[in-house]
T-cell receptor
Framework: GNSVTQMEGPVTLSEEAFLTINCTYTATGYPSLFWYVQYPGEGLQLLLKATKADDKGSNKGFEATYRKETTSFHLEKGSVQVSDSAVYFCALSDSGGGADGLTFGKGTHLIIQP | NAGVTQTPKFQVLKTGQSMTLQCAQDMNHEYMSWYRQDPGMGLRLIHYSVGAGITDQGEVPNGYNVSRSTTEDFPLRLLSAAPSQTSVYFC????????????FGSGTRLTVV
């Protein structure tokens, strides 16, 4: 079956530090990959996505590259801000159309200190 | 505003009570799903639907029931609430999950005492 593994944290960084949140996956097909962000008390928001190998998703300074050879989709940002403090979820949708929903990692709690 | 609307936002139930969590979307999405979020567990799929009249079970369906009579609505029913169903519930919808991912509602926080 499908699964997603990500570092759980909490990850605590200082403002302007470089961020990497690791995500690896196992899938039976050729999945699409996503990063979602959840701010306190809110639902999940799509941050970025990649639908095929070597695609790079980017949004709001965050980037992630779909690496099929290492089955990874690590999230990076060059300079984090206090406002980036949130929980980040890596997820996949399999090649069967994703009709049966997303498979999520357990989430990484990111804390940015001023 | 277009999006996924969940009601209620908060609910407290007694063990054995039943209730329905409402979910509506106005984006004409065919795909809809229900997830529960528990500490340290991430989000787990309860039930999903690929269109009106079509539903199927996800990873954790026991104790829950769904129906999809219209494209817009996808209610989740708790048949006989148990403390283990204390959780935050999210509804999500999509036009094409493999390409677009899902749009999530703001959640319902349910406590069963």
């Amino acid at each position: 079956g499908n699964s997603v593994t990500q570092m759980e944290g909490p990850v605590t960084l200082s403002e302007e530090a470089f961020l990497t949140i690791n995500c690896t996956y196992t899938a039976t097909g050729y999945p699409s990959l996503f990063w979602y962000v959840q701010y306190p008390g809110e639902g999940l928001q799509l941050l970025l996505k990649a639908t095929k190998a070597d695609d790079k998703g980017s949004n709001k300074g965050f980037e992630a590259t779909y690496r099929k050879e290492t089955t990874s989709f690590h999230l990076e940002k060059g300079s984090v801000q206090v406002s980036d403090s949130a929980v980040y979820f890596c997820a996949l949708s399999d090649s069967g159309g994703g009709a049966d929903g997303l498979t999520f990692g357990k989430g990484t709690h990111l804390i940015i200190q001023p | 505003n277009a999006g996924v609307t969940q009601t209620p936002k908060f609910q407290v139930l007694k063990t054995g009570q039943s209730m329905t969590l409402q979910c509506a979307q106005d984006m004409n999405h065919e795909y809809m799903s229900w997830y529960r979020q528990d500490p340290g567990m991430g989000l787990r799929l309860i039930h999903y639907s690929v269109g009106a009249g079509i539903t199927d079970q996800g990873e954790v369906p026991n104790g829950y029931n769904v129906s999809r009579s219209t494209t817009e609505d996808f209610p989740l029913r708790l048949l006989s609430a148990a403390p283990s169903q204390t959780s935050v519930y999210f509804c999500a919808s999509s036009f094409g999950p493999s390409v677009d991912g899902y749009t999530f509602g703001s959640g319902t926080r349910l406590t069963v005492v």
